[in-house]
């Protein structure tokens, strides 16, 4: 039994395990007072999910959820074979369950009730972000409490930060409860491969979800493509119900394969691309300094709108986004009327200064080979100079990366700076010089600002540069120390000094 939002102080919510969907196993019947993924932080009374790692099996921590007073205990059969003993040796009821990370977040759901009544999920290699944050911008726009939610955090009528793109269970439905209980009645949210994988959003209720593209990334975690793909698919042929909307961009080489799946579910499809056959249909887009101008077609009507938005790919995500808008059932025209009013997204293409000279210096979230070559191919028509590129690779990230990008850097700028991006336990030299091996003719500089500062310093009138790989971020890790460091200020901070030094 549930005391929902009527407690007192002094009282605590408490749940039986029947009510958050589960079943124990050992004949032990609990009130539960609380969900735990991590040993660490379990408080008396608490449900301890020991879920299996990339690292290791939370079935080792189960003694010392226990000692610190779990009084029920989710696992699959190994967790409870490691803790055989400590569990028989306690009061504590025990769930087996074949997939606990799933068992984990139907009960999250459960235990924390409330959700938005309209949320829609988008997944792809590249653009999650984006597509999330103009959803938003599209609902906020119709009058609609919106909030967006992922790597950037949730914003919108909703503000709180996050530390991964789709956080656990536990998080995720506290923070979707807590954005319902804010008046939030429309969210958009991000699916990574690994929240995909690890089923961290199984239990959300979705609307619609959306399909951007698939490239090269993350295979430091999954086996290899066809994983890296099917975790993505789980979101069409697992999580999106069947009566859900699959919105899919059919310009991706794999955008087919995903609408099949979504057909095979029997998910009605709503395709998004340049092909006459598409729902929504690109029909063209024309660059200038300030934006874009993009015409498509929607219900058999052409539609022409002005995008502040610099980048052919953002069109492609405003498209993406209205799908996802009309997918849900928002009125057409007052989606469409929207479009001419949405903002760029912080660090994704955003003119981070000019100088004196009116060469513009652009940050951008450029992290796989894909959208970096993406991101200069994307520049390249508003450059009638060089186009200059600052860039590094991640470390404790796939390594195959590097190569590629440094590849992508060499083939689509004129010049190249090669530095840090966050490289974490690994040898910053050592990923510097696999990017340089594909790209020998850049220019090494270690430390970030210097590099930014060397490129800025080179740029001539009709020149841009491309600061790529950590947009919105405010750090550079190193080791498992974060230093504060962020490219847009960096940017100014260079310019000024510069224009100044004249
Ligand atoms: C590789 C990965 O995704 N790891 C996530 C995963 O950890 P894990 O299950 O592999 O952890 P593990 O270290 O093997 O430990 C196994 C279990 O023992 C538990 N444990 C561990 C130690 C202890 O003392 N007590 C204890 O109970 C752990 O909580 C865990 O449940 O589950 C943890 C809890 O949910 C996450 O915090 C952790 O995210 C790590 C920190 C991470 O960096 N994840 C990144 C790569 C990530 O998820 N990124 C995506 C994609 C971003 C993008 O698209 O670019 C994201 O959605 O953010
Ligand atoms: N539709 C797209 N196609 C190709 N590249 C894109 C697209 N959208 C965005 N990008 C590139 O990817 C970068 C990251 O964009 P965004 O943050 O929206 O993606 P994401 O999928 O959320 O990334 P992450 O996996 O880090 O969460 C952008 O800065 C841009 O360079
Ligand atoms: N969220 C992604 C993006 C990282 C971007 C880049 N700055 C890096 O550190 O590799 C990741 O963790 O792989
Ligand atoms: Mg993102």
């Given at each position: ?6 407690m ?10 029947a009510?958050l ?6 004949g032990?019947?609990?009130a539960v007072?609380?969900l735990?993924?991590d040993?660490?932080?379990v408080?008396p009374g608490?449900?301890?999910?020991a879920l299996?790692?990339?690292r ?7 003694k010392y959820?226990?000692r610190m007073g779990a009084?029920?205990?989710l696992?699959d ?5 490691i803790?055989?003993a400590e569990l ?12 606990p ?7 999250a ?5 409330a959700q938005p009544?309209?949320?829609?999920a ?5 653009g ?9 911008q ?14 950037t955090?949730?914003e ?11 956080p656990?269970p536990?998080?995720?439905h506290?923070?979707?409860a807590?954005m319902?209980?804010?008046?939030v009645?429309?969210?958009?949210m991000?699916?990574s ?11 959300v209720?979705?609307a619609?979800a959306?399909f ?17 793909f099917d ?6 042929d697992r999580v999106?119900s ?7 961009n059919?310009d991706?080489?794999r ?14 499809v709503?395709?998004?691309g ?5 729902d929504?249909?690109l029909?063209s887009?024309r660059f200038?300094?300030r ?16 995008l502040?938005?610099i980048?052919g790919f953002q069109?492609?995500?405003v498209l993406v ?9 928002g ?8 479009l ?8 994704r293409?955003e003119?981070?200064?000019?100088r004196?000279?009116?060469a513009?210096?652009?940050?951008d ?10 991101a200069?191919?994307a520049?390249?028509p508003h ?14 990230r796939?390594?195959g990366k590097?190569?590629l990008m ?5 083939e689509c700028?004129?010049?190249a700076?090669v530095?840090?991006?966050n490289?974490?336990?690994?040898d910053p ?13 850049a ?8 590099a ?9 009138p009709?020149?841009a ?6 947009g919105?971020e ?12 962020d490219d847009?200020?960096?940017?100014s901070?260079?310019?000024e000094a ?5």
């Open positions: 039994m549930g005391f929902g939002g009527k007192g102080k002094a009282e605590q919510k408490q749940e039986s395990l009510a969907g589960l079943r124990s196993v050992n032990r019947e609990v007072t609380g735990s993924v040993s660490r932080v408080k608490h449900l301890f999910a299996p790692g990339s290791l099996h939370g079935g080792a921590f189960i959820a226990l009084a029920a205990v696992t059969r190994e967790g409870a074979a803790a055989a028989a040796a306690s009061d504590a009821a025990l769930v087996v369950a074949e997939d990370r799933m068992a984990l977040s139907y009960c759901a459960l235990w924390f009730g009544a309209m949320v829609v988008v997944t792809g290699t590249n999650k972000t984006s597509v999330a944050n103009f959803t938003r599209i609902w906020a726009q119709m009058g609609l409490e919106a909030a967006n939610m992922g790597t955090g949730v919108g009528a909703f503000s709180a930060p996050m530390s991964h793109t789709t656990e536990i998080t995720l506290r923070t979707l807590d319902a209980a804010a008046g009645t429309h969210a958009a991000e699916a491969s690994h929240g995909l994988a690890q089923r961290r959003l199984d239990g209720r979705l619609a959306a951007t593209n698939f490239s090269q990334d993350h295979l430091d975690y999954h086996a290899d493509f066809d994983a890296y975790a993505k698919a789980g979101l069409f999106l069947e009566d859900g909307v699959a919105v899919i059919m991706d080489p955008g087919a394969d995903m609408a099949e799946i979504a057909i095979d579910r029997g998910q009605a709503l395709t998004v340049q092909d006459d056959r598409c929504l249909r029909l887009q200038d300094d934006g874009q101008d993009l015409r498509f077609e929607w219900d058999g009507r052409p539609h022409q709108v002005s502040p938005l980048g069109g492609l995500n986004a209205l799908g996802l808008v009309l997918a849900t059932g009125d057409d025209l007052a989606a469409i009327r929207a001419p009013y949405l903002t760029g997204v912080r660090g293409m003119l981070a200064a000019t004196a000279n009116s513009p210096v652009f940050v979230y450029a992290h796989t080979p894909d959208a970096l070559r993406i200069l191919t520049l390249r450059v009638m100079g060089r186009l200059i590129v600052v860039f590094g690779a991640g470390g404790d796939d390594r590097r190569p440094g590849q992508a850097a060499a700028a004129d010049l700076f530095t840090d991006d490289p974490r336990s690994e030299a050592e990923i510097r010089a696999a990017i340089m091996a594909a790209c020998p003719a220019v090494e500089v270690p430390d970030r600002a210097e930014i500062l060397r490129a800025v310093d080179a740029l001539q009709g020149d540069l491309l600061i790529a790989g950590k919105h405010t750090g550079q890790i190193v080791g498992d120390t974060v230093y504060p460091f847009v200020e960096q940017a901070v260079a310019v510069l224009e100044s030094a004249r």
